[in-house]
């Protein structure tokens, strides 16, 4: 809180340019997401009984729709499964993409149609990048399948066995989405001074030392930005997984409980939403909230600029 | 030299495979009706009949221009506003700073579909159905282009903001003199995927419009999938069209997402 | 002329005792389906001189979309929604009961499986607009191949699997059958082994029959080796499987024929093979529901009776190749443009209505993971039942 307030110091003038740039952003931010979010709270809080009435014919429920949720086992499972996605998913795309950028980053001859190339499939839509992996997946007609089958490896359906599942998703993903990371990665080693490569050049300092005192502080600020982004794509991972695994993906046996490998809280959120249990759905959006928001909070910690 | 040949053979190989989704959609749009999951590749029988189709029957044509002044007046807009709010949280200091940007950042950690009752019931109110301001408006807000924009601006050395400033520029005159031309690549950026989010919006756009004259392409493209079979070639066909915009603008932005700072051609 | 039309309408709509007004509709049919319901209101639009609007609205979408229409009270008079969809619009208050609007004197012309779906507390929320059940699709190429009669299908279980067997050559990764895993396409199953789903408010789908039909379509899989997996997730599904020539027999409903008719495929459909309790189907489809709100509620009733009445329904079948939704229907669908819709209305004598739960989707969410976890042998059938029994025994004491 201190950390918050701490800023009194600051001049009114100062505070009233400062905030007058902001105000286009603040009042149409103001309406249509902090009213709707405060909406939602309140909505957790409570259960929709008459469609007609979302607003005032609310019945209070307490916290019943928090404790409901934290007693739902398939709600940690999509949390961990969710986990699980984010782990593999951010650092390989953060890797993939940073690679991406350094071949590209020169003057290597037709770098522009390669990143173009690799910058393309971001903009397609998830839905038919779903499609089309399914069927390069599918066994045993799918390519991927004849591909391993070709080089003598025999490989079991990727998208139905519990252990290959979620890398194949992450697989797909990563290849529709790392032209974007690239993108900002070239953007921002572009911008990195040439003299300070030139003065360590002349400490004598190698290739590989080079990007790693110089490249990767300067570029903290892009991977803060992929992480966080990512954690929040992450929990409202939705269309990818209804794509390819329809039904929550092959399903295993936990201690009784049978929970499928791709059942993310996307997915969960998606199915409450449908059933019409807005309160319900509104209370796991908060819980997802506040995880976000701790994950964030932990990576600006940690990858602090300075 | 061979070191050189592997990479370029490693690239190809991967765009091969980062492309095969688009060529998959493209082929698949040739297919004749009712073909569209057959694992052949190439269509046996290709026909344009699904583009006919799609160009024709709907009214594509009046989609097509009310998706493009949406998407255009959302991104230019989005981007603007997020531009001016990113450099004030990056160069500026004020009360309640860190407090207000992690307050934006929740905002995206909420679903989006816990937005839409009361984003509609305000759109509403206002009397804003079947109007471009009820697409556009609502989406002005991009938390995700202002983040970027933060962290990207943040960069920027403040030696040549106070140079600008000692020149007796105002803050409106550094953000465009200094700040636009050393972020285009990510103001570009920031612009077309408010572009890109406001052309995909389907949700948002089918709810708020009445009429079939307001309707926008994904909506339109919707209307392929009915309660039990989806026409996947006529999707894909639509598809192709309608990602070919947000190519071409990809393509004639080009140079400003592959620009960067290059020493000496920044003057204040 | 115009004149005298127009006095011709108002002595009409007088003598009805109605007052013309308009009523606004929001359906989400496909391209042919449109065309059609629009030459429908059209000539309702002549005969009672009310206006009607039709807005034409994707499927899906189409729940968000009314949910935020009632929250400002600009839903329309009727629209078109999933069975699902219409207990939890009435649950909710969503929509208006038609037994006070006289639903009684057409409700038993209507389907009774298809109305059924309908009928929430012991009222009639809803009417069907459209009805449709599965049957079986067989190649029949694939059947010369293997040396069957391509006109006989198989008419029980036991043939099924003989069928099958002499079907599947997995040197050319052809299978005898692909199925799928959800709780709506393995109904028929159940159906067929004379077990039922849902009785007085409980599921019963744990009894021995029950057992012993789940149990048929593992082994279908594990044991006969006929299946192709299709029910796994990411494999090739039965739509995809049958129309690559790849299975040779699939379940499916009257809205595959025509694609499969457009790509040239040689298939015959049969009906869902016997069980101890006979050949049973599901039923599936859509109704038309009146909102709560609508200030035009006697109209658009009006309207609905005629969209179901017996002519109307006799051209939808006929223009359509569609199950008619009224029974006087049934005998008046031209078999000779649609022979094989034959098939499907003798299967429609023997559908079982669809189970009248609160969230249907919920059921089917908390029902197919366990299924899919027998199917792979992580678990025992009669486990798995009794699973499935608790957990949707739990979801139909929930409160709404």
Known sequence: MKRLFRDTSISGRENLISFSLILPFLIIFCIFLLYPIIYSLILSFHRVTDLYDVFGGLK???????????????????????????????????????????????RIKGSRIFRTCFFLPFVLDV?????????????????????????????????????????????????KNAGFGMILFIASINNIPQSLYEAASIDGVSGFAKHRYITIPLIKPVIL????????????????????????????????????????????????????????????????????????????RLLRER | ??????????????????????????????????????????????????????????????????????????????????????????????????????????????????FMIPQFVIVSRLGWINSYKAMVIPHLANVFGLFLLTQFIRGIPNSLIEASRIDGASEIGVIYRVILPLSMPIVATVFLLSFQFNWNNFLWQLIVTTKESMYTVPVGLAMFRSAHEELYTLRMAASSISIFPIVLLFLFTQRYFIQGLTEGAVKG | MKRVLAVFFLILVLSNGLIAGNISIWVNYNDEEHKVFKEIVEDYEEISGIEVEIQRIPFDGTEQKILTALATRTAPDIARVDYSFVSKLALRGGVCSLDELGVEEIKDQLVPAALSGNIINGKIYGIPDQTNCICLFYNKKLFREAGLDPEKPPTNWDEFVEYGEKLTDLDKEVYGFGMRNTLWWTLPFFYTFGARFIMDGKCVLNSQEGIDALQFKIDLYSRYKIEAGAWKSGAVNPDMGFQNEKYGMV????????????????????????????????????????????????????????????????????????????????????????????????????????????????????????????????????????VIKLKVDKLLEEEY
């Open chain 2, 1 to 114: 030299m061979s070191r050189r040949f592997f990479i370029y053979i490693f690239l190809i190989i991967l765009v091969v495979v980062v492309l095969f989704p688009f060529f998959w959609m493209f082929v698949t749009s040739f297919k004749p009706q009712g073909t569209g999951l057959s694992m052949t590749i190439i269509p046996e029988k290709p026909t344009l009949e699904n583009f006919k189709l799609v160009l024709t029957q709907y009214k594509f044509g009046r989609y097509f221009f009310n998706s493009f002044v949406v998407s255009t007046l959302g991104g230019i807009f989005s981007t603007l506003f997020a531009v001016l709010a990113a450099y004030s949280f990056a160069k500026r200091r004020f009360f309640f700073r860190n407090g207000l940007f992690f307050l934006f950042l929740s905002a995206m950690m909420v679903p989006g579909m816990m």
């Open chain 3, 251 to 386: 379940l499916n409903g009257p809205w595959r024929m025509k694609p499969l008719l457009n790509i040239g495929i040689d298939f015959g459909v049969g009906m869902i093979p016997e069980g101890i309790a006979g050949s049973v189907t599901t039923v599936g489809g859509t109704n038309m529901v009146i909102f709560r709100g609508s200030e035009n509620k006697e109209l658009a009733f009006d309207f609905l009776k005629f969209l179901t009445s017996e002519e109307i329904q006799i051209k939808w079948a006929n223009d359509l190749g569609q199950i008619p939704v009224n029974i006087n229907s049934f005998d008046d669908v031209d078999l000779d443009k649609h022979p094989y819709l034959e098939i499907f209305l003798n299967q429609m004598e023997t559908a079982v209505p669809r189970p009248v739960v609160p969230d249907y989707p919920g059921i089917e969410t908390a029902v197919n993971p366990q299924m899919e976890a027998s199917l792979s042998g992580k678990r025992s059938v009669k486990e798995t039942l009794d």
């Open chain 1, 127 to 175: 839905f038919v990048v779903a499609i089309v992996w399914t069927l390069l997946y599918s066994s045993p007609y799918g390519i991927v399948m004849k591909l391993f089958e070709l080089i003598g490896l025999k490989i079991p359906p990727l998208l139905s066995t519990p252990a290959t599942s979620m890398p194949a998703i992450v697989a797909a993903m990563t290849l």
């Open chain 1, 225 to 300: 930005f992929l992480v966080v982004t990512g954690t929040i794509a992450s929990l409202s991972a939705f269309a990818e997984f209804y794509g390819m695994t329809r039904d929550g993906g092959p399903m295993i046996n936990l201690k009784g409980n049978i929970v499928g490998i791709t059942r993310v809280t996307g997915m969960y959120l998606f199915r409450e939403f449908r059933s019409l249990k807005l309160g319900y759905a509104a209370a796991i959006s908060f819980v997802l909230l506040i995880i976000s928001l701790t994950i964030s909070l932990i990576s600006f």
């Open chain 1, 60 to 106: 209070l429920v307490g916290g019943r729709n928090y404790t409901k949720l934290f007693h739902d086992v398939e709600f940690w499972w999509a949390i961990l499964m969710t986990l699980y996605y984010a782990a593999l998913s951010i650092p390989i795309g953060i890797v993939f993409s940073f690679l991406l950028a350094v071949f590209l980053v020169g």
